[in-house]
């Protein structure tokens, strides 16, 4: 990969083709951002969140869309029920070795979101030096699985499939990838909250106060388990996306925190 300011391109991992964007410094110049997105997103729905995340904080970003998602290569179907770990073990490590990243700071959405702690709390990599959790599941709630369903509803007989369209390659496929996983009986004991207790970076977690896809249970789960320090911004008249629902307070406490990070990191001995 090229690092090349508002760059993009196509990177292959594990057999599959998956499109990327870059933006700010190269990452032997400053950390990097590594974004993933949620459920039902690709690189094109961050918008312009990449290029403010870099503005505000002074980092690289890399954002990419995951297999399934926006124009990179179809997923096998049906997902498996553990498709986050899957995608945390097997496919981000090789990501970030291909982006040559030194030093990078997680930032997830949703799916995303329990990705990067997945990541940060099963394998060991001392690259990773903090995550931002934005609306992050860890266990299936019964409010979160009937906003699923009401999605299914919408895509079915409303406009969420032509909206979707916009975005994705094959967007009836990306739609059932992520439902028919949530919506599967067998889904309703998922549970991935035991990668908290492996945590050992700082962590600043992010939740609107009405998400309809989850409670604030799923933040007071990183706060009580994680042993490393863990910061947390709720947001007023914030649903789902605090990216769009609340873009400044959401930029400014990602702002703030990588800030503290960057002291930590410079207070501390270089690590390997």
Not at 155 to 182: K, Q
Not at 184 to 193: E, I, K, L, Y
Request: aromatic residues 8%; glycine residues 10%.
């Amino acid at each position: 990969m090229i690092w090349q300011d508002g760059g993009s391109g196509r990177m292959d991992v594990n057999g599959k083709e998956l499109e990327y964007g870059i933006w700010g410094p190269a990452p032997q110049d400053a950390p990097t951002i590594v974004m993933l997105h949620e459920g039902l997103g690709c690189l094109a729905m961050w918008r312009d969140f990449p290029v403010e995340i870099s503005a505000a904080t002074g980092f690289g970003v890399l954002a990419y869309s995951r297999a399934g998602y926006g124009q990179s290569d179809p997923a096998e179907l049906p997902r498996p029920l553990d498709y986050m770990t899957v995608e945390a073990q097997q496919v981000l490590g090789p990501v970030l070795d291909q982006a040559g990243i030194r030093r990078a700071v997680l930032l997830g959405h949703s799916d995303g979101a329990t990705i990067a702690a997945i990541y940060a709390g099963s394998v060991s990599d001392q690259r990773v030096r903090g995550l931002i959790l934005m609306a992050p599941h860890f266990f299936t709630e019964e409010m979160g699985l009937a906003s699923i369903a009401a999605a299914r509803e919408a895509f079915d007989t409303g406009d969420l499939a032509g909206r979707l369209a916009s975005y994705h390659r094959d967007p009836a496929a990306t739609f059932n990838g992520w439902c028919d996983a949530w919506l599967d009986p067998g889904f309703r004991t998922w549970n991935v909250a035991d990668v908290i207790d492996y945590l050992r970076i700082p962590t600043l977690a992010i939740q609107g106060r009405e998400d309809q896809y989850g409670t604030l249970a799923q933040i007071a789960e990183v706060e009580t388990r994680s042993y490393a320090p863990v910061e947390t911004a709720i947001l007023d008249n914030c649903r789902h996306a605090p990216q769009f629902d609340q873009p400044t307070a959401t930029l400014t406490a990602i702002a703030e925190f990588t800030a503290r990070l960057e002291r930590l990191e410079h207070a501390m001995p270089e690590m390997a």
